[in-house]
């Protein structure tokens, strides 16, 4: 993971959100009419003073979606819980990785089969950075998110 930086960084943006829902299925005719201003961050940012964004390397996490150069939305204000994609760093290094504590041993896992998990030792320190709350991707070919 590449740290991006914080929420702090950045700035209120509007953006028009169209009442009418897309159809991802067949094509409908396209309404006219804006529900109201959107702000990206209002949408995917719940804790601003705990929020931090992290770059994707890595094909670890394919499986839950996340690919590399995706931008993890990452809030260090949420206590991480069975299930969760964390920010984690054991072993003095950092990794995004599904956390899994229950049956024990805790474990880190990979979501993309061709990784094996990481299961927790007695010695193991694991420091948890944040929960991973969001994924910014650009779909444009050669796009930046």
Do not use: W
């Not at 509007?14 to 067949?26: V, Y």
């Not at 839950?64 to 969760?84: E, T, Y």
């Not at 290094?93 to 979501?111: A, F, G, N, Y």
Request: proline share 7%.
């Amino acid at each position: 993971c590449i740290l991006l930086g914080d929420y702090h960084s950045l700035y209120a943006l509007s953006i028009p959100l169209f009442l009418e829902r897309i159809s991802a299925g067949f094509p409908s005719p396209a309404e006219d009419y804006i529900e109201k201003t959107l702000d990206l961050n209002e949408l995917c940012i719940e804790h601003p003073a705990a929020t931090f964004f992290v770059r994707v390397q890595g094909e670890s996490m394919i499986e839950a979606g996340i690919f590399p150069d995706d931008v993890l939305v990452v809030d260090r204000s949420l206590r991480a819980g069975h299930g969760d994609i964390i920010i984690a760093s054991l072993r003095s290094e950092m990794t995004v990785k599904q956390l899994h504590l229950s049956p024990p041993p805790v474990r880190l896992l990979p979501r993309n089969s061709a990784f094996a998990p990481i299961v927790l030792g007695e010695d193991d320190v694991l420091e948890v950075f944040g929960v991973v709350t969001n994924v910014v991707r650009s779909l444009r070919r050669g796009g930046k998110s």
